[in-house]
């Protein structure tokens, strides 16, 4: 049971647009930054977007994300075969859950 | 550039100890710390513990206090994770990650990761 909350699956076609979500609380996203790492097949997760909505250098821009209250989200716009792939929110825990903590991760299929 | 390097993969039985290393270049070591997550098999992200290459100060995750030990090494800039009496759930993959801070204390990323490595616990 992971402390912020993914759904599991997304899915969409070549060019859409879609949002992944990540819930948690007041002692989570709720007052820290949220983070977001993509793993592709077989290899280690990478850094995709830091301080809620930066991208670190040589991320597209199709990558973005927000946060609101205890809620974030990642959008990927114009979707690219290459975007298959599992997405993870993480955020540091004020509690006795943290320092660290992540979302279960959501898997992406480009249809 | 900056890169993180782990050993290699390692088969262990059950009670016995691993030892994975992860050797930092392209960066002073001593500025930053250094994370450990693991990845089940199928499964999510899991943060282990956090030492600094600073002070060698740790923080580590509850429900592995007192199986857990994680060191450095800063004349080769190499830290290392040693888990004990592994059990078949700690079959996994370790990943040993950079970590950034920013201004505020909870603000702090995973940047860049090591390629990985897995651990095998079987009789």
């Known amino acids: 049971q992971s402390v912020l909350t993914q759904p599991p699956s997304a899915s969409g076609t070549p060019g859409q647009r879609v949002t992944i979500s990540c819930s948690g609380s007041s002692s989570n996203i709720g007052s820290n930054y949220v983070y977001w790492y993509q793993q592709l097949p077989g290899t280690a997760p990478k850094l995709l977007i830091y301080r809620n909505n930066q991208r670190p250098s040589g991320v597209p821009d199709r990558f973005s994300g927000s946060k609101s209250g205890t809620s974030a989200s990642l959008a990927i716009s114009g979707l690219r075969s290459e975007d298959e792939a599992d997405y993870y929110c993480?955020?540091?825990?004020?509690?006795?859950?943290?320092?660290?903590?992540f979302g279960g991760g959501t898997k992406l299929t480009v249809l | 550039q900056v890169q993180l390097v782990q050993s290699g993969a390692e088969v262990k039985k059950p009670g016995a100890s691993v030892k994975v290393s992860c050797k930092a270049s392209?960066?002073?070591?001593?500025?930053?710390?250094i994370s450990w997550v693991r990845q089940a098999p199928g499964q999510g992200l899991e943060w282990m513990g956090w030492i600094s290459a600073y002070n060698g100060n740790t923080n580590y995750a509850q429900k592995l206090q007192g199986r857990v030990t994680m060191t450095t090494d800063t004349s080769t800039s190499t830290a290392y994770m040693e888990l004990r009496s592994l059990r078949s759930d700690d079959t996994a993959v370790y990943y040993c990650?950079?970590?950034?801070?920013?201004?505020?204390?909870?603000?702090?990323?995973?940047?860049?990761w090591g390629q990985g490595t897995l651990v095998t616990v079987s009789s």
């Open positions: 993480a955020a540091w825990d004020d509690s006795l859950s943290g320092p660290w903590v």
């Open positions: 990650a950079r970590v950034n801070r920013g201004v505020s204390i909870g603000e702090s990323w995973f940047d860049p």
């Open positions: 392209g960066y002073t070591f001593t500025s930053y710390g």
